[in-house]
């Protein structure tokens, strides 16, 4: 009776790609989706005013983990805090969450083009990656629209 206890286990194949660049993209999917979501309500809500965009501001500081995310979220808060004096800063804080997060989405996509398509989490990436790009687009389409709004009112007041 022999048990081959000199002998090496075969290691299971699998099928999962484990470059540092495509897990970090992975990873970063999902964080985009969620974001996404948030300066989609963000840019909504923005009218409430800077305190909802220094909200924002915080969770991607805390929930993001990498220096992409912390410097994004310092960038809302500190536009969201200088909205208390002038205040279309606060919409510009709102464009900047989602012009991030739209940014790093291109980055997925980009690296998702070039890697891990044998992968079977490469597909919900992408999905992700893509519905952060849209809800983020929206976002920044609502901000351009409060935008709008808010110079047509201060041209009807300089007029008026």
Same mark, same amino acid.
């Given at each position: 009776?022999?048990?081959?206890?000199?002998?090496?286990?075969?290691?299971?194949?699998?099928?999962?790609?484990?470059?540092?660049?495509?897990?970090?993209? !992975?990873?970063?999917?999902?964080?985009?989706?969620?974001?996404?979501?948030?300066?989609?309500?963000?840019?909504?809500?923005?009218?409430?005013?800077?305190?909802?965009?220094?909200?924002?501001? !915080?969770?991607?500081?805390?929930?993001?983990?990498?220096?992409?995310?912390?410097?994004?979220?310092?960038? =809302?808060? =500190?536009?969201?805090?200088?909205?208390?004096?002038?205040?279309?800063?606060?919409?510009?804080?709102?464009?900047?969450?989602?012009?991030?997060?739209?940014?790093?989405?291109?980055?997925?996509?980009?690296?998702?083009?070039?890697?891990?398509?044998?992968?079977?989490?490469?597909?919900?990436?992408?999905?992700?990656?893509?519905?952060?790009? !849209?809800?983020?687009?929206?976002?920044?389409?609502?901000?351009?629209?409060?935008?709008?709004?808010?110079?047509?009112?201060?041209?009807?007041?300089?007029?008026?």
């Amino acid at each position: 009776m022999s048990l081959n206890l000199n002998q090496n286990p075969s290691s299971p194949t699998s099928s999962y790609y484990t470059s540092p660049t495509y897990t970090e993209a !992975v990873n970063d999917a999902q964080l985009v989706r969620t974001f996404s979501i948030i300066a989609l309500i963000g840019s909504i809500l923005i009218f409430i005013g800077g305190a909802v965009a220094i909200g924002v501001g !915080v969770a991607v500081m805390g929930l993001g983990g990498t220096r992409y995310y912390r410097v994004l979220g310092l960038a =809302v808060i =500190v536009l969201a805090a200088l909205s208390y004096l002038f205040s279309p800063l606060r919409i510009i804080a709102s464009s900047v969450l989602a012009g991030g997060v739209m940014w790093k989405g291109m980055e997925v996509l980009s690296t998702l083009a070039a890697e891990g398509k044998g992968d079977p989490d490469w597909q919900p990436t992408r999905k992700r990656a893509i519905t952060g790009i !849209v809800l983020s687009g929206i976002g920044l389409a609502a901000n351009a629209i409060w935008l709008t709004i808010l110079l047509i009112g201060i041209f009807m007041r300089t007029q008026g």
